[in-house]
């Protein structure tokens, strides 16, 4: 047999058939489903009389529209398209007897987290969600990522997807990192060095000793954002790391079947000689603790670095460099430490895992937000917001000063109470920095936890490793 990448393996594992032009159709193993780009297709099936084909693989949770103040049980706090599509979720979730975790379940929280922590996610399966960073569970060595609307009916009709075979991307970063650097500035890097188009037609596997080092955790992170760079999908091989974390999880497997579960997964790693169609390789000690400047992902820099100047790029970047700067009220050649900011955001399903929340906690110990700024922490899930109280996290966010919130996605879009007034500057762990993504006319930079509260302490775009 011919050496098969990781995403071979799993692809060839689910083809239920394949034409002459080399579409195929896939089995899906795990759909998630949120209240954003749900509806209609659950509107489709009501409409053409279907049912969900396998509802036992069908998870869904409220997490974008959902407030998270404490208050939040109170509706009005929602605009009335967000009640509406929340109220959906709860209709369609019973009507059609899927796995439901309403608002008012500890166990609530943003799709990407709550699937990884219920044990839905699992090595080697397909997973999909009308959610483009479905890419976050490819750190179990499953093959997954987003779908659209009309495709999230049909794997709710059909547990089923037509799709094409993508290129195979090989990542890998050497080594060890250097303090202070994380998972999120590993993926950032990445990035900064591929563009965001640099994965088109691509599913990337992350290896090296830097990524082995990871936490299953940053393993999350660093896929969460493989959208970003434009991939189909990130993956990263399984290992004791990823059995560890999956054993003893609600819907993990158990008994013999966990054993015959693990066989297979010690089956899943590229094998030497696979055909790669891109390779990348990186050393860890390169990477350094990374900052945004514009309004692209791909606009990062370490943060000892200046505001680029436009003319420094090539093509058509120069232009866009000139107006990201302008949106971002900035100037060329200011340092990037000397931005002062008024808000930071800590949460998203790029860093709102409980190490995320240790890691921002470890920087705040014992300091003070500065006076005036605006900050807060949304754990990713109701129980990772738990455990955070359990381990004396959320005093020392409060004692900071910081807002301790319930579980959502929150301010990492705007599409719930929690955004930017036009003008306000925040250092946010989240994986887009768009214009308008948190607040019209916001302005946002994507950090680490750790660079986030050391902002929150100094009012400025901070070098975590001043406050370590
Ligand atoms: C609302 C949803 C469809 C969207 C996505 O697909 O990613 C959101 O989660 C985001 O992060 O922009
Ligand atoms: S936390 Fe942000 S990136 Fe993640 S699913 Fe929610 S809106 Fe999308």
Not at 7 to 14: G, N, P, Q, V
Not at 275 to 303: C, F, N, Q, R, Y
Not at 369 to 391: C, F, H, I, N, Y
Not at 437 to 445: C, D, L, P, V, W
Request: hydrophobic share 35%; glycine share 10%; with cysteine.
């Amino acid at each position: 047999m011919s050496p098969k990448t990781l995403y071979d393996k799993i692809w060839d594992a689910h083809v239920a058939d394949e034409s002459a032009d080399g579409t195929c159709l896939l089995y899906i193993d795990r759909h998630l489903v949120h209240e954003v780009t749900s509806p209609q297709a659950f509107e489709g099936l009501r409409m053409a009389g279907r049912t969900v084909r396998a509802p036992d693989k069908t998870i869904a949770v409220p997490d974008h529209n959902v407030p998270t103040t404490l208050d939040r049980a109170n509706a009005e706090t929602m605009t009335e398209d967000s009640r509406i599509q929340v109220e959906a979720l709860d209709t369609n979730a019973k009507e059609f007897g899927i796995h439901y975790y309403p608002v008012s379940d500890v166990r609530q929280g943003i799709v990407h987290i709550v699937g990884p922590e219920q044990g839905w996610t699992l090595p080697g399966m397909t997973v999909v969600c009308g959610d483009s960073h479905t890419a976050t569970h490819g750190a179990f060595g499953a093959l997954a990522h987003g779908i659209g609307t009309s495709e999230v009916e049909h794997v709710l009709a059909t547990q089923t997807l037509i799709q094409k075979k993508s290129k195979n991307f090989k990542v890998e970063i050497t080594g060890k990192l250097n303090p202070g650097v994380t998972a999120k500035d590993i993926t950032m890097h990445i990035i900064g060095e591929t563009g965001t188009a640099g994965g088109t037609g691509y599913v990337i596997e992350y290896c090296g000793e830097a990524i082995r080092d990871l936490s299953m955790e940053g393993r999350m992170t660093v896929c969460n954002m493989a959208i970003e760079g434009g991939a189909r999908a990130g993956l990263i091989a399984p290992d004791e790391k990823t059995y560890a974390y999956c054993k003893g999880r609600p819907n993990a497997p158990t008994g013999a079947e966990w054993g015959e579960a693990q066989a297979w997964w010690e089956t899943l790693y590229s094998d030497e000689g696979a055909h790669w169609d891109l390779e990348l390789t990186i050393k860890g000690e390169d990477i350094a603790p990374s900052v945004t400047w514009g309004t692209s992902p791909e606009d990062v820099l370490p943060i000892t670095a200046t505001v680029p100047d436009p003319a420094s790029f090539k093509g058509g970047k120069v232009d866009a460099a000139a107006r990201s700067i302008e949106y971002m009220g900035l100037t060329a050649g200011q340092k990037l430490t000397d931005i002062e900011i008024d808000t930071v955001f800590i949460g998203s399903c790029t860093n709102g895992r409980i190490e995320d929340l240790r890691a921002a906690a470890e920087i705040l110990k014992g300091k003070k937000v500065k006076d005036g700024m605006r900050a807060m922490v949304v754990p990713g899930s109701g129980l990772v917001r738990a455990q955070a109280e359990e381990e004396g996290l959320a005093d020392i966010f409060k004692d900071a000063g910081f807002e301790w919130r319930m579980a959502g996605c929150s301010m990492c879009l705007a599409m719930n109470p929690d955004q930017l007034a036009e003008g306000e500057r925040c250092a946010s762990t989240s994986n887009r920095n768009f214009e308008g993504r948190q607040g019209y006319k916001g302005r946002t930079h994507l950090v680490s936890p750790g660079m986030a509260a050391a902002a929150a302490v100094t009012g400025h775009l901070t070098d975590v490793r001043e406050l370590m």
